[in-house]
């Protein structure tokens, strides 16, 4: 093969790899209480998982989305209840949102590990 072909078959390896990149909220999070959060594919959603703390292993959200922009449910694992939720990834930061009845809201944002 020569270089020429060589950097082409490189290109089009580069271009595949980056068109299947994960979406930006996938991956570990900090929370604001402190504990680690991993956000991964499950279905065709994204579900929320605390890895550490009292309630490690729990799944507390599952949001829908792309480009940055997420929707669906967030559960407060203290009291075990589940509200209307969003998340939006700017960077390393994740805003994420939970609110009842769409007018009482409390945000929060983590931090990309």
């Not at 998982?49 to 309630?55: A, E, I, N, Q, R």
Request: aromatic share 6%.
């Amino acid at each position: 093969m020569n270089f020429g072909k060589l950097v082409l078959a490189t290109a089009f390896a580069l271009a595949a790899t980056a068109a299947h990149a994960a979406e930006p909220i996938e991956g570990n999070w900090k929370t604001a209480s402190g504990e680690t959060a991993v956000i991964g594919k499950c279905g065709g959603a994204f579900c929320v998982t605390l890895k550490t703390g009292k309630h490690a292993g729990k799944q507390i959200g599952r949001l829908s989305g792309q480009d940055g922009e997420y929707s669906g449910q967030i559960t407060d694992p203290a009291e075990d209840k589940t509200y209307s939720g969003s998340g939006s990834v700017s960077g390393n930061s994740l805003k994420m949102k939970g609110c009842v009845l769409k007018i009482l809201c409390k945000s929060q944002t983590w931090t990309r590990l």
